[in-house]
């Protein structure tokens, strides 16, 4: 493929248009498939090492970055990760493209983050057809156990998604949003200072 033909597939990524796997294949070498699996099997107690590998792995890596393994991720170098990150077990990143997380964000386990959907008709879908938009989550969120965050969400400052939502739609700042498909419950205000709990 010559550099023209992969501007223009690029260009039809960046656009969230449909590409296919073999117009994407030039992009293999970002993949870092060899350093999550090393990462994965790293002992709890070399620290020194999983940090090498997350700043391998990784587009950027803040500071403080707890990141329990296993976790996955298609590409790796398209994700973007703030300072004191927590991201618990089964984390997976479905990164074609760019996936941004901010300071202070909390994940819990098996959180599924996709920037990449497929068409609906089936002849859409040959070589693996698909589309792909970024996913931006700000500083402060926290994102409970099971949820799916889908291509081109955006997750505003502070906000709380609810354990086993499905996210596609913009979730404004601080704000509880939980279900399927994911909506904003209610506001979180100094009452919230006081308690524990997220309902209403």
Not at 97 to 123: K, N, W
Request: glycine fraction near 10%.
């Amino acid at each position: 493929m010559s550099q023209t033909d992969e501007e223009e597939v690029l260009a039809r990524i960046r656009g969230g248009l449909v590409y296919t796997e073999s117009e994407a294949a030039f992009q293999a070498p970002r993949r870092r498939t060899e350093e999550i699996f090393a990462y994965n099997h790293t002992p709890p107690g070399d620290t020194d090492r999983r940090r090498a590998l997350l700043l391998a792995i990784f587009g950027s890596v803040g500071e403080r970055t707890v990141l329990l393994p296993p976790f996955h991720a298609g590409f790796g170098s398209n994700v973007h990760i703030g300072d004191d990150f927590f991201g618990n077990v089964n984390l997976t990143f479905v990164d074609d493209v760019e996936i941004r997380i901010g300071d202070g964000v909390m994940i819990a386990p098996s959180v599924t983050l996709t920037t990449t959907g497929h068409p609906v008709h089936p002849s859409r879908r040959a070589d693996f057809g698909r589309f792909s938009e970024p996913i931006v989550i700000e500083d402060k969120v926290w994102i409970g156990s099971n949820a799916v965050v889908l291509p081109g969400v955006r997750i505003g400052y502070g906000s709380v998604i609810g354990a086993g939502s499905v996210v596609s739609r913009d979730i404004p700042p601080m704000t509880v949003a939980v279900g399927t498909p994911c909506r904003v419950l209610r506001p979180i205000t100094d009452e919230d200072l006081t308690t524990r709990t997220t309902g209403p």
